[in-house]
C-alpha cells in the first residue's frame, strides 16, 4: 500500500519544503466521519502533505480509536502522522516515538472521581431517551468521555441519537447540570462527536497538546524545530465545540471544517502543490 512506502521514506521535518509549519487536524468530522475510517483517497493526500510539510492530529479518544480511523490494518497510526496527540495531547508521539503523558485520575483523585462517576450514572438514569445502551461513561487517561446513549450504540442508533440531541439539547443541558454540580472542580466539559461529551482538567482541552509543539524549538538532538505557523482544521469549532479553545487560540491559525471533505478542499487551496 501507498501508505506503508510513504511511511519509511519520508523526508525528516527539517527538510521539508514548508518550513516552521505543521498541520494540525482534529479526527472525527474533520479527517473521517464520527468513528469511521479515513478514506484512501484522503489518506494519500495526507501522504503528499506531509512531504511538503510537518502533519498532525489531535483528538479526545484513545489512540486504539485513532488507529482504527487513520491507520490501516499493516501501518500504525503513528508512522502515518508526524505527531500523533491522543486525548488531547495526553497521550503524545513524535515521529513514532511516545512523549511525557499526565493522568486525569491523578489529578483529580479517586473520592472525587467516585462522587463524579455517581452523580452521571444517576443523570443518566433518569434520561429518557429513545434507546439506552451501554458504557455511559469510558474512561481515559486524560479525560472521561460521557455518553447519554451509550457507546456501544450502533452506527444507526449515534445517527439517529445525534438527530435526537440537536433538537433536545440533552448533552448541553447535561453539562449545564454538571456545572452547577461540580462549580469548584476545575473540570471543562466539550461536546464531540455524535454521542458523547469529554470532561477534564481545564486547560486540558485541544489547547494541550501546543505545548508538544513549543517543546520542539528546545530538543538538543539536532532535530530541533520552531513552529511559526500552526495551521488546524476542526469541525467543532463553535463555542462549547471540543475544537473551539484550539481553533481560537492565538498560537494557530484556526480553519472551520464542515466534513472531511472540505478540509481536503482547503487543504489543496493551501497547498495547491500536492493537489
Avoid at 489518506?43 to 482504527?68: D, P, Y
Avoid at 434507546?131 to 455511559?136: A, D
Avoid at 439517529?160 to 448541553?172: G, N, P, S, V
Avoid at 465545540?241 to 464542515?258: F, L, S, W
Wanted: charged share 25%; net charge negative; aromatic share 10%.
Amino acid at each position: 500500500m501507498a501508505a506503508t512506502t510513504a511511511a519509511a521514506i519520508m523526508p525528516p521535518l527539517k527538510d521539508r519544503p514548508v518550513k516552521n509549519t505543521i498541520c494540525l487536524f482534529d479526527v472525527d468530522g474533520t479527517l473521517s466521519p464520527a468513528r469511521r475510517s479515513i478514506t484512501e483517497a484522503h489518506l494519500a493526500i495526507l501522504t503528499r502533505l506531509r512531504t511538503h510539510v510537518a502533519i498532525g492530529f489531535v483528538g479526545g479518544s484513545n489512540l486504539v480509536k485513532q488507529q482504527e480511523q487513520l491507520g490501516t490494518a499493516s501501518v500504525a497510526v503513528t508512522s502515518l502522522f508526524d505527531f500523533c496527540f491522543s486525548e488531547n495531547g495526553l497521550t503524545a508521539y513524535r515521529m513514532g516515538v511516545p512523549l511525557a503523558s499526565s493522568s486525569f485520575i491523578q489529578w483529580l483523585g479517586e473520592d472525587k472521581y467516585k462522587l463524579l462517576v455517581r452523580w452521571i450514572l444517576h443523570y443518566i438514569a433518569d434520561l429518557d431517551l429513545p434507546v439506552k445502551r451501554g458504557t455511559f461513561i469510558e474512561f481515559r487517561n486524560g479525560m472521561i468521555n460521557v455518553s447519554p446513549v451509550g457507546r456501544n450504540a450502533s452506527q444507526e442508533e449515534r445517527d439517529q441519537y445525534e438527530k435526537y440531541d440537536l433538537q433536545h439539547k440533552i448533552r448541553a443541558t447535561m453539562i449545564e447540570h454538571m456545572t452547577k454540580e461540580f462549580p469548584d472542580a476545575g473540570l471543562t466539559y466539550s461536546i464531540g462527536g455524535q454521542i458523547s461529551f469529554d470532561v477534564f482538567p481545564t486547560g486540558w482541552d485541544k489547547t494541550y497538546c501546543l505545548q508538544h509543539l513549543e517543546a520542539e524549538k528546545e530538543r538538543k538532538d539536532g532535530d530541533a524545530m520552531d513552529f511559526k505557523t500552526i495551521h488546524f482544521f476542526g469541525d467543532k469549532t463553535y463555542k462549547g465545540g471540543n475544537d473551539y479553545e484550539i481553533y481560537e487560540d492565538p498560537r494557530t491559525v484556526g480553519h472551520a471544517v464542515k466534513n472531511p471533505n472540505d478540509t481536503f478542499r482547503i487543504i489543496k487551496e493551501l497547498f495547491p502543490e500536492i493537489a
